[in-house]
């Protein structure tokens, strides 16, 4: 087994999911809100 260095670990993969993942759930909490007020506006 190899010996750990510290902050030698490329991480660019984890870092990129990371910010998929939170466009993705910044764009779905936008759209759901959106809904939510068309359906209190046109429903109501």
Do not use: C, P, R, Y
Not at 16 to 36: C, E, P, Q, R
């Amino acid at each position: 087994m190899a010996d750990h260095k510290h902050g030698e670990m490329d991480t660019k993969v984890q870092q990129d999911t990371f910010n998929g993942f939170m466009a993705w759930t910044k764009w779905s909490v936008i759209v759901i809100i959106a809904v939510l007020i068309g359906m209190a506006i046109f429903i109501s």
